[in-house]
């Protein structure tokens, strides 16, 4: 009874407080502290952590607390190496959710990570950068956090305990069958990012687990199961470490796959970056040179008589074309310039 208890002790005290300052924000704040304290006491349950690879104890770092500064990083580098290798033992797996994902973006459909924490944040991160480097709309790769945008920056407690919520931020950013769902948490646990892998299989979508902890729950729920095994962390249960580099690792190789798939790169150059800086302005320079192998002059021309599209300007000097014939090229051919370059030599 210690629940309702403190439930009942908190409400009385916050009633006077604010009878007596006249705040309601302070009650209205307490109230909601309390009800959430109380919500966790009674679905608490023992969480065994024994069984997760993430929570076990590095041998090598033992008694890292006794070495030398220089010690400490060369221990933390050597565990670093062995994510790599991690990564590259689930190409294969990796390789599958690139294909459907590319597939999803054919058909109009989005890629949605949802994490909690460093995994949460991680996913922000990839889909953040996708815009300027592949001039894909903000909303086709989306990351989704416990907690919000709070979150981003400080913890939010409690969060990734919510199930609901999970499945209430995929509402509310209206998730489809047509989507792509990645959850992240090297746990495998996560609660909130459950609660949104259940909403995405109701949904009739593609669902992804990014993991760690290969016999965890996000694992067996999900189409397809990424798992690269890093084993203990140099800290134990510090997951943003090798875990954490992990996941950043596979969702490098997520995007930047799914986006050579879909035409996006030409050779090794990110053909439809945007000029958002000037870097970038000159970034588009280069990358037009490097693809016609052109002056800067030419290069800097065509990209003025196209808009500044990379791709229109590469086609427009490769094929010889006129800005409008070139974009209406690209266009007939899902912007995928090699294509089009194939037409314009068959014309």
């Given at each position: 009874?210690?629940?309702?208890?403190?439930?009942?002790?908190?409400?009385?005290?916050?009633?006077?407080?604010?009878?007596?300052?006249?705040?309601?924000?302070?009650?209205?704040?307490?109230?909601?502290?309390?009800?959430?304290?109380?919500?966790?006491?009674?679905?608490?349950?023992?969480?065994?952590?024994?069984?997760?690879?993430?929570?076990?104890?590095?041998?090598?770092?033992?008694?890292?607390?006794?070495?030398?500064?220089?010690?400490?990083?060369?221990?933390?580098?050597?565990?670093?190496?062995?994510?790599?290798?991690?990564?590259?033992?689930?190409?294969?797996?990796?390789?599958?959710?690139?294909?459907?994902?590319?597939?999803?973006?054919?058909?109009?459909?989005?890629?949605?990570?949802?994490?909690?924490?460093?995994?949460?944040?991680?996913?922000?991160?990839?889909?953040?950068?996708?815009?300027?480097?592949?001039?894909?709309?903000?909303?086709?790769?989306?990351?989704?956090?416990?907690?919000?945008?709070?979150?981003?920056?400080?913890?939010?407690?409690?969060?990734?305990?919510?199930?609901?919520?999970?499945?209430?931020?995929?509402?509310?950013?209206?998730?489809?069958?047509?989507?792509?769902?990645?959850?992240?948490?090297?746990?495998?646990?996560?609660?909130?990012?459950?609660?949104?892998?259940?909403?995405?299989?109701?949904?009739?979508?593609?669902?992804?687990?990014?993991?760690?902890?290969?016999?965890?729950?996000?694992?067996?729920?999900?189409?397809?199961?990424?798992?690269?095994?890093?084993?203990?962390?140099?800290?134990?249960?510090?997951?943003?470490?090798?875990?954490?580099?992990a996941q950043k690792l596979v969702l490098n190789m997520l995007?930047?796959?799914?986006?050579?798939?879909?035409?996006?790169?030409?050779?090794?150059?990110?053909?439809?970056?945007?000029?958002?800086?000037?870097?970038?302005?000159?970034?588009?320079?280069?990358?037009?040179?490097?693809?016609?192998?052109?002056?800067?002059?030419?290069?800097?021309?065509?990209?003025?008589?196209?808009?500044?599209?990379?791709?229109?300007?590469?086609?427009?000097?490769?094929?010889?074309?006129?800005?409008?014939?070139a974009k209406t090229l690209l266009t007939q051919h899902?912007?995928?310039?090699?294509?089009?370059?194939?037409?314009?030599?068959?014309?």
């Amino acid at each position: 009874m210690v629940g309702p208890f403190f439930y009942s002790v908190w409400l009385h005290r916050s009633r006077r407080h604010k009878k007596a300052a006249g705040k309601d924000e302070f009650f209205i704040r307490c109230v909601k502290n309390i009800q959430n304290k109380l919500f966790l006491w009674r679905t608490s349950v023992k969480i065994d952590l024994s069984q997760m690879v993430t929570e076990g104890r590095n041998p090598v770092s033992l008694n890292i607390d006794e070495m030398s500064t220089e010690a400490m990083l060369r221990v933390i580098n050597d565990e670093d190496k062995k994510v790599a290798l991690a990564v590259e033992a689930i190409v294969p797996a990796i390789a599958r959710a690139v294909d459907i994902i590319c597939a999803a973006f054919q058909a109009g459909g989005r890629l949605i990570y949802v994490g909690a924490g460093t995994s949460g944040r991680l996913g922000i991160l990839d889909a953040s950068e996708c815009p300027p480097t592949f001039g894909t709309p903000p909303e086709q790769v989306t990351g989704l956090i416990a907690g919000g945008h709070q979150a981003i920056l400080q913890a939010v407690e409690n969060a990734e305990d919510n199930v609901a919520q999970g499945a209430q931020d995929l509402k509310d950013i209206h998730f489809s069958q047509q989507d792509v769902l990645v959850g992240i948490a090297a746990s495998g646990r996560t609660p909130y990012v459950l609660g949104a892998l259940d909403y995405a299989r109701q949904c009739g979508a593609m669902t992804v687990a990014l993991t760690c902890n290969p016999h965890s729950k996000m694992a067996d729920v999900a189409d397809i199961a990424l798992t690269p095994v890093v084993g203990p962390e140099v800290v134990t249960g510090s997951s943003r470490m090798k875990a954490g580099t992990a996941q950043k690792l596979v969702l490098n190789m997520l995007t930047t796959g799914a986006m050579i798939r879909t035409g996006k790169v030409f050779g090794n150059l990110m053909v439809d970056v945007e000029a958002t800086n000037q870097k970038l302005v000159q970034r588009q320079v280069n990358i037009v040179m490097q693809a016609t192998d052109c002056d800067e002059a030419c290069a800097s021309a065509a990209l003025a008589a196209c808009g500044g599209h990379c791709k229109t300007a590469i086609l427009m000097v490769l094929a010889e074309l006129s800005a409008d014939e070139a974009k209406t090229l690209l266009t007939q051919h899902q912007g995928f310039i090699r294509r089009a370059l194939q037409a314009a030599g068959a014309r």
